[in-house]
Nanobody
Framework: QVQLVESGGGLVQAGGSLRLSCAAS????????MGWYRQAPGKQRELVAE???????MYADSVKGRFTISRDNAANTVNLQMNNLKPEDTAVYYC??????????WGQGTQVTVSS
């Protein structure tokens, strides 16, 4: 049974910071790429950031310079440090973890709300 548990969402004022974490457990190994996506009301789910098993990172243009993705391979976790948050960052954030190259798992989602 694979389980992804997310934490760290909440309500913050514009300019504030939040840190999201996602911990994986179960038969998900080997863990490959790990990432964060978000979905705002009425919009499609979009990639926010991802980090490959070797540490290479990629960010959406809208979050570059403000968000930092990291991973702890020993703890099977992926984190997203979000600084200088903007109201347009409001969304449900989901972690996605690839097991190998053909199977991916999603977290349940955590709400991030940024007030102006």
């Amino acid at each position: 049974q694979v389980q992804l548990v997310e934490s760290g969402g909440g309500l913050v004022q514009a300019g504030g910071s939040l840190r999201l974490s996602c911990a994986a457990s179960g038969s998900i190994f080997p863990i490959n790429t790990m990432g964060w996506y978000r979905q705002a009301p009425g919009k499609q789910r979009e990639l926010v950031a991802e980090i490959a098993s070797g540490g290479t990172t990629m960010y959406a243009d809208s979050v570059k310079g403000r968000f930092t993705i990291s991973r702890d391979n020993a703890a099977n976790t992926v984190n997203l440090q979000m600084n200088n948050l903007k109201p347009e960052d409001t969304a449900v954030y989901y972690c996605k973890i690839w097991s190998g190259t053909t199977v991916a798992y999603w977290g349940q989602g955590t709400q991030v709300t940024v007030s102006s």
